[in-house]
């Protein structure tokens, strides 16, 4: 008997991930909420948050793990992005401006972030645009519009700033292009046009420059750009191999900002040390095999486009969450998935994981029902198959050969040249070839008798 889950490491990967997010959140933010008056002194303050989220985000998960996303496919398309497109919009208008950014709309106690929807929802109108047109990919103007909706999107969220929720809708356009089969060449050439526009926004934003100028020299000014920065480092630093122990970092005393968010990782490396960063790794690098290998063996493009989108933009949000805290690359205020502080974020990243256990279920399905065929099903002709665009099973065409034979005889009698009959299996029909048999006789003994007349 098959396990009741499609793929078990999926759910294991990510329980083991959100347990981890929680616990990293309360040791993490503990000493700020509860030395704090704005947090009513409470040391689990965020923690609460946070677990409210991820109740949430489970019980998300499992409702889009059981829907048909075949069925819904109409609604999570283009109604799902002019959606996210009117929040966006909204979010300039009534937004709340934090730290110079407006990315989030009140709700009551707490807040939504648009950004980490219209990720989703990227993802969910470029599966069905570019499955509809995957005979079309390589022509660009084909996918003009997947096109407009992206620029849209990436306009409007590099508007709040936010340049590091751009990138990854950008990554995550570039590689859903890629597995479906664009060109190299026009891929490059999108890159390339992708890199100038980058630049020019990094140009026009005096403070994106000063994170330039932070990264290429971190250690220039530790009290004042590269403060962060340097604290960052420090942190992974006095990890060692083996870490500080949970709950005994030293950066989390007001030393590091935006400790329990975007720079959690460094926390996380100095209480965990080398061997805790690995593993993080590990798990998000083995999310990324199980997820492309969901991919892989889906039979529907739709389907297959949506498990390597989600599974793609987690991969590659991580990477760049890590590669902040690590001065690999300049800040671009990404939350690291599932372990960040962040409702609207552990909420999409765990609805991410439903839509790839709902893939999954599928492919288990069709697994299931590839059993031995039955006796009529064994009995009939393989070597003709049929594949439509909406479910890529292949189905055998049941035939005793007769319309071979009838349109057969229809295109020699349409043209005057002489043109060899098609080959019929012999397996097809005894009567039909008999009856073909019999009827060449007759036409020679008639052929015989005119000739000695």
């Given at each position: 008997m098959r396990s009741r889950y499609a793929d078990p490491w999926l759910i294991t990967i990510t329980a083991c991930l959100t347990l981890l997010g929680l616990l990293m959140v309360f040791s993490s933010s503990t000493v700020m909420t509860a030395s704090s008056a704005d947090f009513r002194y409470d040391p689990f303050f965020f923690l609460k948050r946070q677990g409210l989220a991820a109740v949430i985000g489970v019980g998300?998960?499992?409702?889009?793990?059981?829907?048909?996303?075949?069925?819904?496919?109409?609604?999570?398309?283009?109604?799902?992005?002019?959606?996210?497109?009117?929040?966006?919009?909204?979010?300039?208008?009534?937004?709340?401006?934090?730290?110079?950014?407006?990315?989030?709309?009140?709700?009551?106690?707490?807040?939504?972030?648009?950004?980490?929807?219209?990720?989703?929802?990227?993802?969910?109108?470029?599966?069905?645009?570019?499955?509809?047109?995957?005979?079309?990919?390589?022509?660009?103007?084909?996918?003009?519009?997947?096109?407009?909706?992206?620029?849209?999107?990436?306009?409007?969220?590099?508007?709040?700033?936010?340049?590091?929720?751009?990138?990854?809708?950008?990554?995550?356009?570039?590689?859903?292009?890629?597995?479906?089969?664009?060109?190299?060449?026009?891929?490059?050439?999108?890159?390339?046009?992708?890199?100038?526009?980058?630049?020019?926004?990094?140009?026009?934003?005096?403070?994106r420059m000063k994170r330039l100028a932070t990264f290429v020299d971190p250690m220039g000014d530790v009290q004042g750009a590269g403060y962060q920065l340097y604290n960052s480092l420090l942190a992974l630093a006095s990890g060692g191999l083996w870490g500080q122990g949970i709950?005994?970092?030293?950066?989390?005393?007001?030393?590091?900002?935006?400790?329990?968010?975007?720079?959690?990782?460094?926390?996380?490396?100095?209480?965990?040390?080398?061997?805790?960063?690995?593993?993080?790794?590990?798990?998000?690098?083995?999310?990324?095999?199980?997820?492309?290998?969901?991919?892989?063996?889906?039979?529907?493009?739709?389907?297959?486009?949506?498990?390597?989108?989600?599974?793609?933009?987690?991969?590659?949000?991580a990477l760049m969450n890590m590669a902040v805290a690590s001065g690999c690359i300049p800040s671009t205020g990404v939350p690291l998935p599932f372990i960040s502080y962040g409702g609207s974020s552990i909420l999409f990243s765990l609805v991410s994981v439903g839509v790839l256990l709902n893939v999954a279920d599928f492919n288990a399905r069709n697994v299931e029902g590839e059993g031995k065929p039955k006796r009529r099903e064994r009995r009939t002709r393989l070597g003709a198959t049929l594949v439509s665009s909406s479910d890529e099973r292949v189905a055998p065409v049941i035939s005793n050969g007769t319309w071979e034979q009838r349109a057969a005889g229809q295109r020699l009698r349409r043209t005057e040249a002489r043109l060899p009959r098609p080959v019929i299996e012999p397996t097809l029909s005894d009567r039909s070839f008999t009856t073909a048999r019999e009827g060449r006789r007759q036409r020679n003994k008639r052929e015989k008798a005119q000739a000695i007349l």
């Open positions: 998300s998960l499992l409702f889009v793990r059981r829907v048909d996303l075949t069925r819904l496919r109409s609604l999570t398309s283009v109604p799902f992005a002019i959606a996210t497109i009117g929040l966006l919009g909204l979010v300039m208008l009534v937004g709340p401006e934090i730290n110079g950014a407006k990315r989030w709309i009140p709700m009551g106690p707490f807040q939504f972030q648009v950004a980490e929807m219209a990720k989703l929802a990227l993802i969910f109108y470029l599966a069905d645009c570019l499955d509809r047109r995957r005979e079309k990919v390589a022509q660009v103007w084909r996918i003009v519009p997947a096109l407009g909706i992206f620029g849209i999107m990436l306009l409007l969220v590099e508007q709040e700033p936010d340049l590091g929720t751009a990138l990854v809708l950008a990554g995550v356009f570039m590689a859903m292009l890629f597995v479906a089969g664009a060109k190299l060449e026009h891929l490059g050439a999108m890159a390339a046009a992708g890199v100038m526009a980058v630049v020019t926004m990094i140009i026009a934003k005096p403070f709950g005994n970092s030293h950066q989390k005393y007001n030393y590091l900002p935006e400790m329990h968010t975007d720079f959690i990782f460094a926390i996380y490396g100095e209480e965990l040390g080398f061997m805790g960063t690995c593993a993080l790794c590990t798990l998000y690098v083995a999310l990324l095999y199980k997820g492309f290998k969901v991919a892989v063996q889906c039979r529907r493009p739709y389907l297959r486009l949506l498990a390597a989108g989600v599974t793609f933009q987690i991969a590659l949000q």
